[in-house]
């Protein structure tokens, strides 16, 4: 089942139970003259027209986008439950004046309330059904993320509430006559409705600002608060390779319309891009689905050079690679230290001077104290091999994987040229994992693998 139809049966059902709430509060007021029923009766009389309300709001709201509404009809959600809220207001309001009036006339005939178990029982199977049509209507209005229904469901938790206070006050106003007149207590109890009814409009007083607030920051596009630091947790911790510089979110009834600029190198190719994008919007969407996601570009200039940086770029200039760089400042002076990746069946000796002017070049760019090297093979150059390549290669590889206990491969590419092979295995992606945990996770099944499988290429597994 849709939302759109979840939305409808939800309202509808709240027009039939408040319409039958409505006729049940206002027949047991009149025969009892209780303030506090009648003043349930009304509040119930403008519930139903306010579910009435949301039912036409939400058929309304379903309506798809058009040329004059590119937005959808969802804002129709709110302007019903702004205009629930008003009505509200009017019936706090009667009650108060009301209350008032029976309050500060002379003798107690205004405040006499004929109680019967007819008032008892209303008011009992109207907290039954406030119950139930709350709880439900919260499900829905949450699922859905629907305004009207959310007003609605505040109408019935109110009820609630105001149900309970109407019962202890026509339960005050049964056994006021068994208490001594003119005692506090007698006194209190006769008074019992009228209070009792204060309290219900104090309580429609404070749903009317919850409600209004909500309607009215919806309606002026007030940044979902939630929303938006999903999508910025989001984007800090699953895209950190491109910035989030600002972040638009509205939501129109259901669906959110979201539109971020993220920063990203200013070499970026369009297609690449478009990419990215798309990425951003398939992240966004699993979070908050049914979102529509505007992603913009914006170029950032290259940072400037760290001295990180500048000392791969010296390497470079020397023909060989450099990892494991440790740059610090120490006592002595700063120092840096560097893995340099040289040829493995080259001689040291004819690297010596390369490796010497290296030192230097970072001690005079650096104003470094020392420069230390550390020498490994390039482990970027293919092997060669002198054993063949079994025919049942793939077979045996995915065997080794599974007997390992590692993931069964989505793809076994061997490339060769003679004798120089190597083996790529993709695995599928595990999510959750750190950069330090994927290394060590993938080191270990390439290790199973060396010790399983003949030597006959290079293995290397990633993910996909």
């Given at each position: 089942m849709d939302a759109d139809t979840k939305k409808a049966i939800a309202a509808g059902s709240s027009v039939l139970w408040s319409a039958l709430l409505t006729v049940m509060k206002f027949v047991v007021?009149?025969?009892?003259?209780?303030?506090?029923?009648?003043?349930?009766?009304?509040?119930?009389?403008?519930?139903?027209?306010?579910?009435l309300g949301t039912y036409f709001a939400v058929k309304i709201a379903a309506r798809p986008a058009d040329a004059e509404h590119p937005y959808g009809h969802g804002r129709i959600e709110s302007l019903t439950a702004l205009a629930e809220t008003l009505l509200l207001l009017v019936t706090a309001g009667w009650v108060i004046m009301e209350a008032i009036e029976r309050?500060?006339?002379?003798?107690?005939?205004?405040?006499?309330?004929?109680?019967?178990?007819?008032?008892?029982?209303?008011?009992?199977?109207?907290?039954?059904?406030?119950?139930?049509?709350?709880?439900?209507?919260?499900?829905v209005a949450k699922e859905t993320k629907s305004d009207a229904l959310e007003a609605d469901a505040a109408h019935f938790a109110s009820d609630i509430w105001s149900s309970?206070?109407?019962?202890?006050?026509?339960?005050?106003?049964?056994?006021?006559?068994?208490?001594?007149?003119?005692?506090?207590?007698?006194?209190?109890?006769?008074?019992?409705?009228?209070?009792?009814?204060l309290a219900v409009a104090v309580l429609i007083l404070h749903i009317c600002w919850q409600l209004g607030c909500t309607s009215i920051n919806n309606l002026m596009d007030k940044t979902d608060g939630e929303a938006a630091r999903t999508v910025r947790t989001l984007m800090a911790e699953r895209m950190p390779a491109y910035p989030l510089q600002s972040l638009r979110v509205r939501e129109v009834g259901n669906k959110a319309y979201i539109e971020m600029v993220v920063a990203v190198p200013r070499e970026l190719h369009v297609d690449t891009a478009h990419d990215i994008s798309e990425a951003i919007e398939e992240l966004i969407e699993k979070a908050l689905p049914g979102a529509e996601t505007a992603v913009h570009m914006h170029p950032r200039d290259a940072a400037a050079d760290t001295h990180e940086m500048i000392v791969r770029r010296i390497a470079l200039t020397h023909r060989f690679g450099v990892h494991g760089l440790v740059l610090m400042h120490a006592e002595q002076g700063y120092t840096v230290f560097a893995d340099l990746e040289l040829p493995a069946d080259a001689s040291l000796?004819?690297?010596?001077?390369?490796i010497q002017a290296f030192r230097k070049e970072v001690q005079l760019r650096l104003g470094a104290h020392r420069v230390m090297v550390h020498v490994e093979p390039d482990l970027r150059e293919i092997p060669a091999f002198a054993t063949l390549v079994p025919d049942n290669w793939e077979q045996l590889v995915r065997q080794a994987m599974v007997s390992g206990g590692a993931p069964i491969p989505s793809a076994v590419n061997l490339y060769t040229n003679g004798e120089r092979r190597f083996c790529f295995i993709s695995i599928p992606r595990e999510h959750g994992l750190s950069v330090q945990e994927s290394h060590e996770r993938l080191s270990a099944i390439n290790k199973k693998l060396r010790?399983?499988?003949?030597?006959?290429?290079?293995?290397?597994?990633?993910?996909?």
């Open positions: 007021g009149i025969m009892t003259g209780s303030l506090g029923i009648l003043s349930e009766a009304l509040h119930s009389a403008l519930d139903m027209l306010a579910a309050l500060t006339a002379e003798g107690t005939d205004a405040l006499h309330v004929e109680t019967n178990v007819w008032a008892f029982v209303v008011i009992i199977v109207s907290l039954l059904v406030d119950i139930s049509r709350a709880r439900m209507l919260k499900r309970a206070a109407v019962l202890l006050g026509i339960s005050g106003a049964a056994v006021a006559h068994l208490t001594l007149e003119g005692s506090w207590l007698h006194w209190l109890l006769l008074r019992a409705d009228v209070l009792a009814s000796d004819s690297w010596h001077v390369a010790a399983t499988l003949p030597p006959v290429a290079r293995i290397i597994v990633g993910y996909e």
